[in-house]
């Protein structure tokens, strides 16, 4: 199978190579520009075939993530050069079935070849290039260019001790994927600066091993709130994306994950809560274990965590997939005001413009990023702070949020 996808590959790099070996005429020019595109083929194609023969994991994350955008730009890139070759194909094919009809034409036509289009060649490799800058730019810039985001949330039902309420979140941390310590620790800055009353983390604080997070623990470890911290697991968190030795393999680094929630002084709740006491009110944080719609692991369950919460006048939840809301909360959990979740990324990739929104995650996700109300209940779905896979972000820059709960 990999070696027929190789195939396909090399037949459409030899098609797009139409387009690059008509931009020069000057000889050396020429060579020069063949070369250059034949070793990058060549290189995208060991890279793929590290991926299906070899043992790319011996690479780390950051190196083996860098080599799967390369492979995808490489090959986004040529399909769309593909679309302009191939109009500048149909083009060429309908002059010459035009002149099929000519009769006094057929005699010369017969050893007549027509021109490809200069334009049309041109405005190929031109388009080629906007995945390859784009990604590129999506690496360097967007991965760590965080940004704040402010939301209200009007609570009617919210007692006036926890009234203007600052709820900072962050999500989706995966730290094995980071490449810039520096970067990283900017972005931490930035949440600690806005001095949140109460922060949540609603989970994948790895990719899959514990020891990912190892020389981020002090950094992320500074996280602090008056009213505290209080984080969740992600689906990421349960390491079940990897292979294991063993089952007690797999349990021992999800309880060094747990332990490193601990050791960085977040309060992690699995399937439980917390009351927090203000001014003879009570609000009660609500975390519930990963659980997700479909495919996605279901370690969650709500009925444990919510028990004893009828107290609290105000009910937050903390729960990694939105897709939980629609699930379970909405339609069993009334009482419950606003929950925070995560795991979508924006996709890493998308346009917000003013009221604007688009993704393909609006694909996969009825709710993927920001605020969504219905009746008296309330989701919000962070961003994320990290990326996976893809080694950056595009349109969709790594989240901080603020919200502020007011009665109303």
């Not at 939980?324 to 990324?345: C, E």
Request: glycine content about 10%.
């Amino acid at each position: 199978m990999v070696f027929v996808i190789c195939l396909v590959l090399i037949v459409l790099d030899v098609y797009v190579y139409q387009a690059v070996s008509f931009f020069s005429n000057e000889r050396p020019l020429k060579i020069y520009l063949r070369g250059i595109y034949w070793l990058f083929t060549l290189i995208t194609l060991s890279v793929i075939l590290i991926f299906a023969f070899g043992s790319p994991e011996k690479y780390g994350p950051t190196v083996r993530s860098l080599m799967i955008v390369y492979i995808f730009a490489n090959y986004a890139s040529k399909l769309v050069a593909v679309l302009f070759v191939l109009i500048d194909d149909i083009i060429r094919i309908g002059k010459r079935t035009k002149n099929l009809f000519k009769r006094k034409e057929q005699k010369t036509i017969s050893g007549e070849s027509i021109s490809r289009s200069d334009f049309l060649m041109r405005t190929a490799l031109i388009g080629a290039s906007v995945p390859l800058v784009t990604m590129g730019y999506g690496v360097v810039s967007g991965a760590h260019d965080y940004r704040v985001r402010y939301q209200k949330i009007v609570l009617p039902n919210l007692p006036s001790s926890f009234n203007g309420l600052r709820i900072g979140q962050i999500s989706d941390i995966h730290s094995g994927s980071f490449f810039n310590k520096t970067a990283v620790k900017g972005g931490v800055e930035m949440l600690i600066n806005e001095k949140p009353d109460i922060i949540f983390f609603t989970g994948d604080l790895v990719n899959n091993e514990a020891g990912e997070v190892k020389d981020y623990i002090s950094m992320f470890g500074k996280i602090t709130a008056p009213l505290g911290m209080y984080s969740v697991l992600g689906n990421h968190d349960y390491g079940d994306y990897m292979e294991w030795q063993s089952s007690t393999a797999k349990q021992k680094n999800l309880e060094a994950i747990i332990e490193a929630h601990k050791i960085m002084g977040w309060d992690i709740l699995m399937n439980e809560h917390r009351i927090i006491k203000q001014g003879g009110d009570k609000l009660a944080i609500i975390g519930n274990e990963n659980w997700g719609a479909g495919r996605f692991a279901k370690y969650g369950n709500i009925e444990i965590a919510h028990q004893g919460t009828d107290e609290a006048a105000v009910k937050l939840l903390l729960s990694h997939d939105p897709s939980h809301w629609d699930a379970q909360i909405r339609p069993n959990f009334p009482d419950i005001d606003v929950m925070f979740a995560g795991h979508t990324h924006g996709f890493q990739f998308g346009v917000e413009v003013g009221g604007f929104q688009w993704s393909p995650s609006q694909y996969a996700y009825k709710q993927w990023a920001g605020l969504y109300t219905e009746e008296n209940q309330h989701l919000y779905v962070n961003r994320g702070f990290g990326y996976l896979g893809y080694p950056g972000r595009i349109g969709m820059p790594p989240e901080l949020t603020i919200v502020e709960l007011v009665n109303g």
